[in-house]
């Protein structure tokens, strides 16, 4: 049975429509106290729905029912307005600011349980369950590359996909800052697709650059240098085919 407390935080207002997106964000702050002060102080205006504590305690801050104030600005899938549409939950870990680590195996388990409950209450795709920097890569890097993304999808929450090594050689050498033409458009087109608000184009901007470094720290943790290799873009298109085919048969876990 999942154990949770209630510490009620005031910052929140009503919902336009039942929550069909879920975001993982870090704490990033030096403690888990001071990261929940803060969330549930009404000057600071923002919060979550839920905390959950590096010994895997699991805090309830706002109501799944209700807008809790954690993406900020932000897109996925065309959605401008993530609050409205997610659940939010807070992975207490000091982030990259304050000495990033890795998330302790009963901090994960709980977050995996934490996940699989709130998916008996509402419909949440598995191309929806996102990080806070998939929403907003040019200002978050939340909760990180340090996350284990592919346990949770081994869990069956998520997406998760490695390609194979001949895959990844037949797509050429790399794309980065600077560079133009069909290859970016095409990765342009892809990270577009799969949910992420950088707009088709031709151009490897610096957008693009902050936009392949979240989809690195998702799906290609080993590497976040914003360079697009050949893994990296075999992996966007398997990723991009799993999110293709759940949209298309409508099979959720």
Request: proline fraction near 7%; charged fraction near 25%; include cysteine.
């Amino acid at each position: 049975m999942l154990i949770v407390r209630d510490v009620p935080s005031p910052n929140f207002d009503a919902r336009r429509g039942p929550p069909d997106m879920l975001v993982l964000h870090y704490t990033g702050m030096q403690t888990a106290d001071a990261a929940i002060a803060r969330l549930c102080d009404p000057e600071a205006k923002v919060s979550a729905h839920y905390v959950v504590d590096e010994d895997g305690s699991i805090l309830k801050l706002v109501p799944e029912e209700r807008r809790a104030w954690h993406a900020g600005r932000g897109v996925w899938l065309g959605e401008t307005d993530c609050n409205a549409a997610s659940i939010g939950i807070e992975i207490v870990n000091p982030g990259h600011e304050f000495g990033y680590r890795d998330f302790p195996e009963v901090q994960v388990d709980a977050v995996i349980s934490l996940i699989a409950d709130i998916r008996t209450r509402w419909t949440i795709p598995d191309n929806r369950i996102i990080a806070h920097s998939d929403l907003a890569p040019e200002r978050k890097q939340d909760p990180g590359e340090r996350f284990p993304w592919k346990r949770l999808a081994g869990a069956g929450h998520g997406l998760w996909f490695e390609p194979a090594q001949e895959r990844v050689a037949a797509l050429g050498v790399p794309l980065k800052v600077g560079d133009e033409g069909l290859g970016v458009i095409v990765l342009r087109a892809g990270l577009h697709r799969l949910g992420y608000g950088l707009p088709p184009g031709g151009d490897y901007d610096e957008a693009t650059c902050l936009t392949v470094e979240a989809f690195q720290r998702h799906w290609r943790p080993a590497q976040v240098d914003g360079v697009a290799d050949g893994e990296t873009r075999a992996t966007l298109m398997g990723v991009l085919q799993l999110a293709t085919a759940e949209s298309t048969t409508g099979v959720l876990n």
